[in-house]
């Protein structure tokens, strides 16, 4: 069974500082990630999503993640946090074909302090 | 482009009621699903619609739980009885097809639902 694991449950960070959430998955072959971000009241957004290929992504508002299948890893960065990123975070984990049943991490909350 | 759209937003009631969400997705998806989120956890599968057909249901769907998707469109979530574990923020989904781009979930605002 595919599972994901999100081991930071809380980050804070300075306004202007990198920023990098991990994320560990379970899957036995190459899997569907996402990462997702979720605002308070908003649904979930996607930032970005890796099916194939390069195995760095990049995202919208200036995010990227990093696909490491040796160390079952898909990390998201961002080089410079605002303000406007202080949310919660998902890593999601989906198998290729089929309906894409997406099974979620447990988030992990940025704080971003000025 | 109108996204995918959940009513009510929100919904209070007491114990041992009934209550019933709806979702539009957005309209070419043929995909519909259904999520559960509680406080401080991600959003848990709950069933997953192909157009009209109700292809899988989770554990987590007991049997006062339904799940409906009439005419391929929008889709209903009901739960009977309601208990106060049933408080958590439903959440819907939709995608297109098979294939890497279908793949992608759209989520709608979600219904907190409280139960008193």
């Known amino acids: 069974a595919q599972s994901v694991t999100q081991p930071d449950i809380h980050i804070t960070v300075s306004e202007g500082a990198s920023l990098e959430l991990r994320c560990n998955y379970s899957?036995?072959?190459?899997?569907?990630l996402f990462w997702y971000v979720q605002s308070p009241g908003q649904g979930l957004q996607l930032l970005l999503k890796?099916?194939?290929?390069?195995?760095l992504v990049q995202g919208i508002k200036g995010f990227e993640a990093e696909f490491k299948r040796s160390q079952s890893s898909f990390n998201l960065r961002k080089p410079s946090v605002h303000w406007s990123d202080a949310a919660e975070y998902f890593c999601?984990?989906?198998?290729?074909?089929?309906?894409?049943?997406?099974?979620f991490g447990t988030g992990t909350k940025l704080q971003v302090i000025p | 482009d109108t996204g995918v759209s959940q009513d009510p937003r929100h919904k209070i009631t007491k114990r041992g009621q009934n209550v019933t969400f709806r979702c539009d997705p957005i309209?070419?998806?043929?995909?519909l699903y259904w999520y559960r989120q509680t406080l401080g956890q991600g959003p848990e599968f709950l069933t997953y619609?192909?157009?009209?057909?109700?292809?899988?249901k989770s554990r987590l769907l007991s049997d006062r739980f339904s799940a409906e998707r009439p005419k391929g469109s929008f889709s209903t979530l009901e739960i009977q009885r309601t208990e106060q574990g049933d408080s958590a923020m439903y959440l819907c989904?939709?995608?297109?097809?098979?294939?890497?781009?279908?793949?992608?979930?759209?989520f709608g605002p979600g219904t907190r639902l409280t139960v008193l």
């Open positions: 619609f192909q157009n009209e057909a109700q292809l899988e």
């Open positions: 899957y036995g072959a190459t899997p569907y």
């Open positions: 999601a984990v989906g198998a290729p074909g089929g309906y894409q049943k997406v099974t």
């Open positions: 309209s070419e998806h043929n995909r």
């Open positions: 890796y099916f194939s290929g390069d195995t």
């Open positions: 989904a939709s995608s297109l097809g098979p294939g890497a781009k279908g793949n992608e979930q759209f």
